[in-house]
């Protein structure tokens, strides 16, 4: 394999760089970098915790959060639960390795949440305000 080649084989830092900014990492890709790997080892397969293992387990990250995102987001907005929030806050942590920023898909799914969760609080207060002056 020449150095040319060589060089086109990502770092594990970069994959996750690329992964936590959005870029999808496709099964094409993946499968790319394990051949790549795979002739740097002479044949002797992808590297236990190696780019091609850290590049599959980020595509399994991604193809998470965005299943999870999507669920989410498929529901009516007045539904959005607290549940739902931290299943995204969940698995969009596990994608990024840490716990997700302001502006986040987690957060603004928290957001939701929250005002549906004082909305419910509100609507309760005011149902048993009219009971109690029945």
């Known amino acids: 394999m020449s150095t040319a080649e060589q060089q086109q084989l990502p770092s594990r830092e970069e994959l996750k760089e690329r992964a936590v900014e959005g870029h ?30 850290t590049a599959q387990s980020l595509k399994a990250k991604q193809e998470h959060f965005v299943e999870v995102a999507s669920e989410v987001s498929h529901k009516p907005v007045d539904q959005i639960t607290k549940e739902d929030a931290a299943a995204v806050e969940s698995a969009e942590a596990r994608l990024l390795g840490h716990r997700p920023p302001k502006g986040s898909t987690a957060a603004t799914i928290q957001s939701i949440a929250d005002k549906n969760e004082r909305l419910m609080a509100e609507t309760k207060t005011d149902e048993t305000k009219a009971e109690e002056s029945k």
């Open 24 to 53: 999808p990492i496709t099964t094409e890709e993946v499968s790319k970098i394990a051949k790549t790997e795979a002739e740097l080892t002479d044949g002797r397969g992808p590297i236990a915790g190696g780019v091609a293992a």
